[in-house]
């Protein structure tokens, strides 16, 4: 016991820090509010749209399996679907969990090595993947502040939310950038990974220096093979860029359907994609595990016009219990499944 505590500590720190985030926020949120009343709302709301946004939220993730196959596929790699699901519950789960969704892709590449894809086309994937996933998100938040500047303006008045907004946006591009480099820019990439190594291995922090130098090399060298693939198959790029548009507007329109489950029309499905996609943009790039805490004050901070008082709180409930909640129960399952059999498998090697 002492042993498995020793060795999932930071695990364990992660989820606790997550319980206390979680707590705080619906303490504030809740607190002086009638917990009955908001209880009674989410019951009142239409089930038929509850079911369209549970499904909207799982056509999300099974995108990304999407992609990933998709990927996989054009580099060769045979994968099955599910499998690909597997990856894609895996990264949604330990993203969830851990500070600025750090611990996804490196868990998904974990399981892919254990059913044999190498990890070099792995970590090329998911950084394609990552790399699309926020660039769409940039883009969308581009244009409206080209074209829709007046009714995004309406809808950010708190100015802390503003600048939250724009800080997302800058910090984004700059990341976007660097995984360009990364994957498109041979030299300057082998540039940077040789003076990383040289610092490492200055300031000792790895043993075997000859064998982790070698092995870099190596790793390099496939990854890059890979990117030329995809700098000759611009098309296969091209579709993942469609495929990651489709994947972002299935989760902005959980909301939509939550607010016509309210009865509401007011606004219509393009506003409010919009609208979510301003808190994505904030959220995206603040080290909050699963964006708790800050995803529900800027839920509250944008759409409770169009929810109004009564309503805003079951449907800051509704739209975290979709996007986040369930899943992150699913995916924890789908995770567990994963762990047992990979054991088992480990053990019919061994």
């Known amino acids: 016991m002492v042993k498995w505590l020793d060795k999932n500590k930071k695990g364990i720190a992660n989820f606790l820090l997550l319980a206390v985030i979680i707590g705080i926020t619906y303490y504030l949120l809740l607190r002086g509010k009638d917990i009955d009343k908001v209880i009674e709302a989410i019951k009142q709301a239409d089930t038929v749209y509850v079911w369209l946004g549970i499904a909207s939220m799982f056509i999300f993730i099974a995108l990304e399996a999407v992609i990933i196959k998709y990927l996989m596929k054009n580099l060769g790699e045979d994968v099955k679907f599910l499998s690909c699901l597997k990856y894609s519950m895996i990264g949604f789960f330990f993203s969830n969990v851990t500070p600025s969704a750090s611990g996804g892709q490196p868990m998904q590449v974990v399981y892919m090595k254990r059913d044999g894809i190498d990890v070099s086309y792995s970590s090329l994937i998911l950084l394609i993947i990552t790399v699309f996933y926020k660039f769409v998100i940039v ?3 581009v244009l409206l502040l080209l074209f829709q500047y007046d009714f995004l303006t309406a809808h950010l008045e708190d100015s802390s939310m503003r600048y939250l907004f724009y800080f997302g946006i800058g910090a984004n591009i700059i990341v976007i950038l660097g995984f360009f480099i990364i994957i498109f820019m041979k030299k ?3 540039v940077l990974v040789g003076l990383t190594l040289k610092l490492i291995m200055k300031l000792k922090m790895i043993k075997n220096k000859d064998e982790v130098k070698r092995k870099v090399i ?3 060298a496939r990854y890059q093979r890979g990117a030329e693939y995809y700098k000759k198959n611009k098309g296969v790029l091209f579709n993942v860029f ?3 548009i489709l994947q972002r507007c299935a989760m902005f329109v959980v909301t939509y359907f939550i607010y016509k489950g309210f009865g509401l029309s007011e606004y219509n499905v393009f506003q409010i994609i919009m609208l979510q996609c301003m808190i994505a943009i904030t959220v995206d790039i603040l080290p909050f595990p699963g964006g708790a805490g800050i995803s529900e004050s800027c839920f509250m901070s944008i759409f409770e016009k169009l929810f109004g008082e009564y ?7 509704m ?3 979709i996007t986040y909640y369930l899943y992150l129960i699913i995916s924890g399952a789908v995770l567990c499944y994963a762990q047992i059999f990979s054991n088992k498998d480990a053990e019919e090697l061994g």
């Open 139 to 141: 883009l969308m938040g």
């Open 188 to 190: 300057t990439t082998k």
């Open 218 to 220: 190596t790793s390099l």
């Open 242 to 244: 469609w495929i990651t």
């Open 311 to 317: 309503l805003i709180l079951p449907a800051i409930m």
């Open 319 to 321: 739209f975290r219990g």
